[in-house]
């Protein structure tokens, strides 16, 4: 299951920019690739996320996409220059539930058919503390998921809520999705060209994304 996740950024950003394309990789096969949609997923209300449908192609056509509920959840194609990959991008309305269906008709003539269920919730900041040496950025997320900290070097501390379980810290390199998983109490720098990210669980509600 996909983690929940926090960014702390030295980069203005739009709020949780890191999660957007989910899913988007090259494809460089053809036509005959074997079509697969993810089947569920968790977001946060105000999530503007992007899923692929892996082994699609230029070619291929998406017909009848639609949400069952588009008080919840929008949805459309994207698709981006360069690549053969085609996208469904949702916006995250409101809490509650919907379901996407769509087709995708390929040159060959063949139809495939798909549905996933987004849960949508509202976000809850799930941090008790979150230090870089001896400033806090714990209030920084009370209504967002990321957050431009600055250049900033010092002893890393977060820690979550009851309900809530720390998965992982990672030391990430902007643009490249480098990443390696750092121990809580480590010193850190973030810089232009790196920044942190928390994982994390709701072990009340039992959701990820």
């Known amino acids: 299951m996909k983690k929940n996740k926090l960014f702390l950024r030295i980069i203005t950003m739009v709020l949780v920019v890191s999660l957007v394309y989910l899913g988007v990789n090259p494809i460089t096969a053809n036509a005959a690739n074997k079509l697969s949609f993810i089947k569920s997923a968790d977001c946060m209300v105000g999530n503007e996320m992007c899923y692929g449908i892996l082994g699609s192609v230029s070619t291929d056509k998406i017909v009848g996409l639609k949400s069952s509920n588009t008080k919840v959840l929008k ?102 999705g480098l990443e390696k998983k750092i121990k809580n109490g480590k010193n850190i720098s973030l810089d232009a060209d790196h920044y942190l990210r928390i994982d994390y669980k709701n072990t009340k509600k039992n959701y990820s994304y």
Not at 94 to 113: D, E, L, Q
């Open 75 to 176: 949805v459309k194609e994207q698709r981006i220059k360069g690549e053969q990959e085609i996208n469904i991008a949702v916006i995250a309305k409101k809490a509650g539930t919907s379901t996407i269906t769509f087709k995708v008709k390929r040159k060959n003539g063949k139809t495939y058919s798909f549905k996933s269920v987004f849960h949508v919730y509202k976000y809850e900041n799930p941090l008790s503390n979150c230090k870089i040496g001896k400033k806090s950025y714990k209030d920084k997320f009370n209504k967002k998921q990321s957050y431009d900290a600055g250049a900033v070097t010092g002893k890393l501390q977060v820690s979550v809520k009851k309900g809530y379980k720390l998965k992982g810290l990672y030391y990430c390199e902007s643009g490249t």
